[in-house]
């Protein structure tokens, strides 16, 4: 089952705007990390992010991290068409001792010209 | 430097048979997990392999098998394919050590895309 879930699950928006997609997850964790999708092909590393960390950046990307929540969220400014994907967070579990990733179901973003 | 191989990239089976799927992960990386995709149940995890031994396993039947090779190769078998075995199976590699703070990226191929008619 799903560890968590992404919220929307749907986002449109026009280019230049910025998207925000949130995840929530439920056990504790070692870290997070968020993936892209295009459509039939395999996941793309966005970002990592430790559970002793509260926010990272890379480019147009900001992640953050609320332990005490059990939340995270994604923000990727000034989107371009090319950004229109399925965003994925994915947790490791602290229990269990590897590198099993547990995601949730993805937002689906459309970013329209 | 190459990212995570997987072949075949498209296979079509009848129910019944067995399938098995093969992964090849980054240079140096000694761990690599398997996870099935479908459009009702999303990404799941099915088992993950570190030094050849299996570190973790999903929830799913005694038909989902793996293994992996001295040179962290992978390969996960499906045999008496059902219908609801028809999927994208996607491999993943990391370095797979876990340390003091546990933080490997873990990068994935394009994934195998199987039919089961």
């Known amino acids: 089952s799903q560890q968590g879930e992404e919220d929307p699950q749907a986002l449109s928006i026009q280019e230049g705007e910025n998207a925000t997609m949130n995840c929530s997850y439920k056990?504790?964790?070692?870290?997070l990390q968020w993936y892209r999708q295009n459509s039939g092909r395999g996941l793309v590393h966005l970002i990592l992010i430790r559970s002793n960390e509260r926010e990272k950046h890379s480019g147009r990307l900001r992640v953050t991290l609320d332990t005490s929540k059990k939340s995270s969220s994604l923000l990727i400014t000034a989107s371009r068409a090319a950004d229109t994907a399925s965003y994925f967070c994915?947790?490791?579990?602290?229990?269990?001792?590897?590198?099993?990733?547990?995601f949730g179901k993805g937002t689906k973003l459309t970013v329209n010209p | 430097k190459a990212g995570v191989t997987q072949t075949p990239r498209y296979l079509i089976k009848t129910r019944g048979q067995q399938v098995t799927l093969s992964c090849s992960p980054i240079?140096?990386?000694?761990?690599v997990s398997w996870y099935q995709q479908t459009p009702g149940q999303g990404l799941q995890f099915l088992f993950e392999?570190?030094?050849?031994?299996?570190?973790n396993k999903g929830n799913f039947p005694g038909r989902f098998s793996g293994r992996q090779f001295s040179n962290s190769r992978s390969e996960m078998n499906v045999s008496t394919l059902e219908l609801g075995d028809s999927a994208l199976y996607l491999c993943?590699?990391?370095?797979?050590?876990?340390?003091?703070?546990?933080?490997?990226?873990?990068?994935f191929g394009e994934g195998s895309w199987l039919t089961v008619v």
């Open positions: 994915a947790t490791n579990p602290t229990q269990g001792g590897s590198e099993k990733l547990v």
């Open positions: 240079s140096g990386h000694r761990s």
């Open positions: 056990t504790s964790i070692n870290n």
């Open positions: 993943a590699s990391s370095l797979g050590l876990r340390g003091l703070a546990p933080g490997n990226t873990i990068y």
């Open positions: 392999y570190f030094s050849e031994t299996q570190r």
